[in-house]
């Protein structure tokens, strides 16, 4: 398994923006390195199921985006660096929400199907 450690949560007001980032440590060598991972990004609002939000090939080549976000977030990742992010744009109060990283086989939208998840980033959207 690959570990993964989410920052760039914060407080932001509507219309703002932060960038998250999730950075993979731990079996980053050979055959483990990040770039061999498809990774995602999930949120989950208090009292709310957890959803996916994007998602990315291992390549970066091919990206997902749930309709929610589509259009404002913008999901990517350097291999060299073992590091995916997530640019969050024009942020809606409805963002708001525990926003954690995942690496798999695939990019999946279903969480249940990744390897390795992260404790998350608090993010906070005021009106």
């Known amino acids: 398994q690959v570990q993964l450690v989410e920052s760039g949560g914060g407080l932001v007001q509507a219309g703002g923006s932060l960038r998250l980032s999730c950075a993979a440590s731990?079996?980053?060598?050979?055959?483990?390195?990040?770039?061999?991972?498809?990774m995602g990004w999930f949120r989950q609002a208090p009292g709310k199921e957890r959803e996916w939000v994007s998602s990315?090939?291992?390549?970066?080549?091919?990206?997902y985006y749930d309709n929610s976000v589509k259009g404002r977030f913008t999901i990517s990742r350097d291999n060299a660096k073992n590091t995916l992010y997530l640019q969050m744009n024009n942020l809606k109060p409805e963002d708001t929400a525990l926003y954690s990283c995942?690496?798999?086989?695939?990019?999946?939208?279903?969480?249940?199907?990744?390897?390795?998840w992260g404790q998350g980033t608090q993010v906070t959207v005021s009106s």
């Open positions: 995942a690496a798999g086989p695939g990019p999946y939208s279903d969480y249940d199907l990744y390897e390795s």
């Open positions: 731990g079996r980053t060598v050979t055959n483990y390195h990040m770039g061999n991972y498809a």
């Open positions: 990315i090939s291992w390549s970066g080549d091919s990206t």
